[in-house]
């Protein structure tokens, strides 16, 4: 029986071992990857496992771990090689690490699946954008401007790959658009690009206007970018300047003496030598420091025949003046400060001279402070305060005077007509006595190119008032003139017109003619100026940057 019985079990039983065994292979499997292990299994294929890390992976970017972000999506994309999230997460933590060749790998191969994912270009473009791929970068972004056209940072990064190109005029027209659109750090980063852009076509005053208005992010920039146009204009204006000019004319009023019994002044020939320095020393940033100077020598040929003393005369006038300048910017303003010292010395010689001898007419002594500021190209307004003391050899007076001058200049047409209304105060007091000088002064000026001849004609309207003054050798107002309780007025008309053309690199010729209306209640001063010149001017350039080869 038993012999029967066991045989029966195991045919029943071997049949049966084949499944036995993989059973138990398969669970002891399952024992040994327990939840403990589970962070370093390397499975394929599966997207529950995929899901977690993408999960812990999220989390560590927040926290700016990007490194262990990375080495979590690098285990989700093994176990899920289609999780476009993932890729696109691990595309931004390699950006976030500087590793742009493979970030930028990562996300080019999703970007043809997501053409119309703004984010998704944009770090796409800034990462080609960090490797110096601009022109790829450009076409990202250029895509991007369809996508968002009213996204400043696009244009912005556009206008900057197309900087990087050197295609200097479609990159204007998207940095415009990017300072238009903002916010305020695109726009500031914009008009930086934009004045760099316009500093290398030399349109030196439109980049420090656009630089001159960024407040905030992007000012330390702007600053810097400033300071180095400023020093480039410096090295352009810096140097010795000589100008010589020789000028030979008529003038019917050529001595201008008031004499009771004629009237003022006498008809003549005037001959002018004159030689002129301006040396621009130094300049560091937006400041220069330098020195002008003229020396000027006049022969006067009297032809109004009369038994009187009008003489003919020479004079000889120096005058040298030192001088610091700052310049400035804010917003779409340039502003100019200066202030400088003037001396002048003018000896004159003549037939009514004792023994026709030379001797010190007049010197004086002075300051001045000028403010200009440049509204635009088209108009600039000036304010100048001049103070100076001048000693009048055998005059009968020495003047203190203060000079407060307000002018505003407009050009329109194209600057070919000029406007130029001023307020010109002054007040003198000399040995005692005192008077004040107001003269309102609007112009009009319109110039002209033709052919190769500069004309440009002028138009002037002064309006003067002289306060009365105790002084009766007071030459300016002599108060005996008018009747009692008058003071004297003047108003003056002026017309001039010229044309000058230039005849060589270094020389020119100018003819100019001017009239002079003097309508005064005070009957010496009543009178008609005309006054014919011709010159020659000659300009030479001494020891400026241009000289040494330029500059950078």
């Known amino acids: 029986m038993r012999g029967r019985v066991l045989p029966q079990i195991l045919l029943g039983v071997l049949p049966r071992v084949p499944l036995v065994v993989p059973c138990l292979v398969l669970s002891l499997g399952l024992a040994i990857s327990s939840p403990a292990h589970a962070d370093e299994a390397d499975e394929e294929g599966d997207p529950v ?14 926290a700016k771990q990007y490194k262990k972000a990375v080495t979590l999506l690098d285990r989700a994309l093994t176990a899920d090689p289609s999780h476009t999230a993932a890729r696109h997460l691990r595309g931004i933590c390699l950006y976030r690490l500087g590793l742009h060749k493979r970030a930028e790998r990562d996300l080019m191969s999703i970007s043809y699946r997501r053409p119309k994912d703004v984010a998704l270009r944009r770090l796409l473009a800034r990462v080609l954008q960090a490797q110096g791929k601009h022109m790829w970068a450009a076409r990202q972004y250029q895509h991007l401007t369809g996508l968002a056209p009213r996204d400043g940072d696009v244009w912005l990064g556009y206008g900057y790959c197309l900087f990087k190109l050197g295609e200097a005029t479609e990159a204007q027209k998207a940095l415009r658009r990017a300072a238009k659109l903002g916010p305020r750090p695109v726009t500031n980063r914009a008009r930086v690009l934009l004045a760099l852009l316009l500093q290398k076509t030399g349109k030196l005053r439109q980049a420090r206007r656009l630089l001159g208005g960024i407040r905030g992010s992007g000012e330390r920039a702007a600053d810097r970018l400033t300071t180095m146009i400023f020093a480039a204009e410096g090295r352009k204006g810096r140097g010795l300047t000589l100008s010589f000019r020789l000028g030979v004319g008529g003038d019917s009023n050529i001595s201008m003496d008031p004499v009771d019994s004629r009237g003022s002044g006498s008809a003549g020939l005037l001959t002018n030598l004159a030689a002129s320095a301006t040396w621009q020393a130094y300049t560091w940033g937006a400041h220069a420091i330098g020195v002008s100077g003229v020396v000027s020598r006049s022969f006067a040929i009297n032809t109004w025949e009369d038994g009187t003393c009008v003489p003919d005369y020479s004079m000889i006038m120096a005058g040298v003046s030192p001088f610091w300048s700052v310049r400035l910017s804010t917003g779409a303003y340039d502003h100019r400060f200066r202030l400088g010292y003037r001396g002048q010395v003018i000896t004159l010689d003549g037939d009514c001279t004792e023994d026709a001898r030379i001797y010190a007419f007049s010197e004086s002594h002075g300051g001045t402070a000028t403010w200009v500021t440049e509204w635009s190209h088209a108009s600039s307004t000036h304010l100048m305060l001049d103070m100076g003391y001048s000693v009048f050899n055998q005059q009968v007076r020495d003047n203190l005077g203060t000079v407060l001058e307000l002018g505003q200049s407009i050009f329109l047409a194209k600057r070919r007509v000029k406007l130029y209304p001023e307020l010109h105060l002054r007040y003198d ?83 100019a003619y001017r009239y002079r209306r003097n309508k005064s209640n005070a009957a010496p001063y009543d009178y ?23 500059h950078k």
């Not at 008032?465 to 008309?493: H, M």
């Not at 017109?497 to 020119?508: D, F, V």
């Open 49 to 62: 496992r995929a899901q977690v890390d993408f999960a812990r992976a999220r989390l560590a970017h927040g």
């Open 429 to 511: 007091h000399a040995r005692g006595a005192w008077w004040s000088h107001v003269a309102v002064r609007p112009s009009l000026a319109l110039s002209a190119l033709v052919w190769k001849i500069d004309v440009l004609a002028s138009f002037g309207l002064e309006y003067q008032i002289y306060p009365g003054s105790a002084d009766p050798d007071n030459i300016s107002i002599r108060p005996w003139l008018l009747p009692a309780g008058k003071k004297r007025s003047d108003l003056i008309v002026r017309l001039g017109i010229s044309a000058g053309t230039a005849l060589t690199k270094w020389l020119r010729f100018d003819l």
């Open 528 to 550: 008609d100026r005309h006054t014919v010149l011709a010159s020659l001017t000659a300009t030479v350039e001494l020891l400026g940057e241009e000289k040494k080869g330029g």
